[in-house]
């Protein structure tokens, strides 16, 4: 069931959007206090109101996930894990920023990743394959990324993500 005021925190939360003030989780969980509601739904809210308006989606389907494992090799592309507990289909730009599930911004990845990842870009092994035909796309990926996995070797075992090159910008 939907919240009785979900009208209000929607219009709370574009207000703060449009207004560049919705960046801090302390905003969000003040603004889940005073909507009662779940951090969670006030994130589905940013997420709506940053792809409106476009024909994109994040979301995707059981072909392209699908399609992802074979081109990925069932292989992490951050830290190479080929035998991880979980794997998950990754946003390289996640949803947050307006990512598009296509498969030039999505990589397998070990869930161990994608969880010390979170809501950071990182550039996966298969970056310059997955991009070649998406220059707009890869320069979007290397203006906001903060860790580079292109350099590692792929047949090294990894426990965690750890990058060849950490980024700063």
């Given at each position: 069931?939907?919240?009785?005021n979900i009208?209000?925190?929607?219009?709370k939360?574009?207000?703060?959007?449009?207004?560049?003030?919705?960046?801090?989780?302390?905003?969000?969980?003040s603004?889940?206090?005073?909507?009662?509601?779940s951090?969670?739904?006030?994130h589905?809210?940013?997420?709506?109101?940053?792809?409106?308006?476009?024909?994109?989606?994040i979301?995707?389907?059981?072909?392209?996930r699908?399609?992802?494992?074979?081109?990925d090799n069932?292989e992490?592309?951050?830290?190479g894990?080929?035998?991880?507990?979980?794997?998950?289909?990754?946003?390289?730009?996640?949803?947050?920023?307006s990512?598009?599930a296509?498969?030039?911004?999505?990589v397998w990845?070990?869930?161990?990743?994608?969880?010390?990842?979170?809501?950071q870009v990182?550039?996966?092994?298969n970056?310059?394959e997955?991009?070649?035909?998406?220059?707009e796309?890869?320069?979007k990926?290397l203006?906001l990324?903060?860790?580079d996995?292109?350099?590692?070797n792929?047949?090294?075992?990894?426990?965690?993500?750890?990058?060849?090159?950490?980024?700063?910008?």
């Amino acid at each position: 069931m939907a919240h009785p005021n979900i009208f209000e925190r929607q219009a709370k939360v574009k207000q703060l959007l449009d207004e560049n003030l919705l960046t801090h989780a302390v905003i969000k969980k003040s603004l889940s206090v005073e909507f009662n509601c779940s951090k969670s739904a006030i994130h589905a809210d940013i997420i709506h109101f940053r792809t409106l308006g476009t024909t994109e989606t994040i979301f995707q389907s059981a072909k392209t996930r699908a399609d992802i494992f074979k081109r990925d090799n069932g292989e992490c592309q951050y830290c190479g894990n080929k035998v991880a507990y979980s794997y998950i289909v990754e946003h390289i730009i996640p949803a947050y920023f307006s990512g598009v599930a296509k498969p030039y911004n999505l990589v397998w990845a070990c869930q161990k990743c994608n969880a010390a990842k979170r809501r950071q870009v990182w550039i996966p092994r298969n970056f310059e394959e997955i991009t070649k035909h998406h220059p707009e796309w890869k320069n979007k990926v290397l203006v906001l990324a903060t860790k580079d996995f292109r350099m590692q070797n792929t047949n090294e075992e990894a426990d965690s993500p750890q990058p060849e090159q950490q980024l700063n910008h």
